[in-house]
């Protein structure tokens, strides 16, 4: 019974002195305003939504319980740990898409959310720098033609005007020509009349420089156009994997935003001026993005080497073809809108 209470006693005097070493701790990080009293166990709800949590985080909508009110230093640091937290998540992803094919697409099936970024926001990121760079930096081909059609000056555009309207009226009453003499008179169901009239009318509305304004036109489209082209290709894949019940046209999207994200990275390589200049560049790319296609896809459907090249090649030449049609329709429209 005695030793019972001496052992008591003893236990409470441990607790008394654990007690006062934490208050003495507190009080010390306190005068460096690096602690705060909600870090105490009294802050047990959660500030935003009022669940009760013993934790560092709320179980119910996932904020920080142990928010305070921080010194400068505080809210410097914490600032870094979210960026480095993002940096090393944003070029894990990265690494993952360029170096491990189909990785990323297996880890979103599997559930794996948190150690890479989302599909759609990975896609947004990169499609997005890669369309500014372009902005920012046009293409060759843009620049060749800024520096071949900024040759007609305001005398001989005049010229050429006068030309065309004589033309015109010596041909009024002689019945149908051919689609290239210009006559405004014609059909212009004719779609090469079409081109032609319209054609002459946008180089004088854009003092001859028609050509730069399609292409900049162009640019300024194609982000549109391969967002429309990602479902197309999911639905491609849907075709191909029809028989397929463990997978869904969510799974085949998923595949499609990572397979675009690593096609406008490679892309990118075409504006870094180290790389750019590499002869017969855009054909190595352009490899390089059918055998990604080919791995990846084997990795993620489980396919052998000749059914997922097969698949491959049928996507590529379905996808090119969609792509060349969408744009020929875009270039009608500047032409007829412009």
């Avoid at 790389?275 to 990604?292: E, Q, T």
């Amino acid at each position: 019974m005695l030793n019972n209470q001496a052992n008591l006693k003893k236990c409470q005097l441990e607790e008394t002195r654990r007690k006062k070493h934490r208050i003495c701790t507190a009080k010390s990080l306190l005068s460096f305003g690096l602690y705060s009293m909600s870090h105490t166990p009294e802050s047990n709800i959660c500030p935003n939504c009022g669940f009760a949590t013993t934790r560092n985080y709320c179980a119910e909508c996932g904020q920080e319980t142990h928010l305070h009110r921080e010194t400068f230093w505080g809210m410097v640091m914490h600032f870094i740990g979210h960026y480095v937290h993002y940096d090393s998540k944003f070029w894990q992803t990265i690494n993952t898409l360029l170096f491990s094919p189909g990785k990323l697409t297996i880890a979103y099936s599997n559930r794996q959310r948190m150690r890479y970024i989302a599909p759609i926001s990975l896609y947004i990121f990169i499609s997005a720098m890669f369309f500014l760079i372009v902005l920012v930096n046009p293409h060759k081909i843009l620049s060749a033609h800024k520096g071949l059609i900024h040759v007609n000056t305001t005398g001989t555009h005049d010229t050429e005007t006068a030309v065309r309207q004589k033309t015109a009226a010596e041909l009024e009453n002689k019945g149908p020509q051919p689609w290239h003499l210009y006559d405004p008179k014609r059909d212009t169901a004719n779609w090469m009349h079409f081109l032609y009239v319209h054609g002459n009318k946008l180089d004088e509305e854009t003092d001859g420089n028609s050509g730069v304004y399609i292409l900049e036109h162009l640019y300024h489209t194609l982000p549109k156009i391969f967002f429309f082209l990602i479902p197309l290709m999911a639905l491609f894949l849907e075709v191909l994997f029809l028989k397929r019940k463990d997978v869904y046209f969510t799974d085949h999207s998923v595949f499609s935003l990572h397979y675009h994200s690593f096609v406008f990275t490679l892309l990118t390589l075409l504006y870094i001026p180290l790389v750019k200049d590499i002869p017969h560049l855009l054909l190595i790319l352009l490899a390089l993005a059918l055998l990604y296609l080919v791995v990846a896809q084997r990795k993620v459907y489980k396919t052998g080497w000749p059914r997922a090249t097969l698949n491959a090649l049928f996507l590529g030449i379905g996808y090119l073809v969609f792509l060349c049609i969408a744009l020929v329709a875009d270039f009608f429209a500047i032409l007829y809108f412009a």
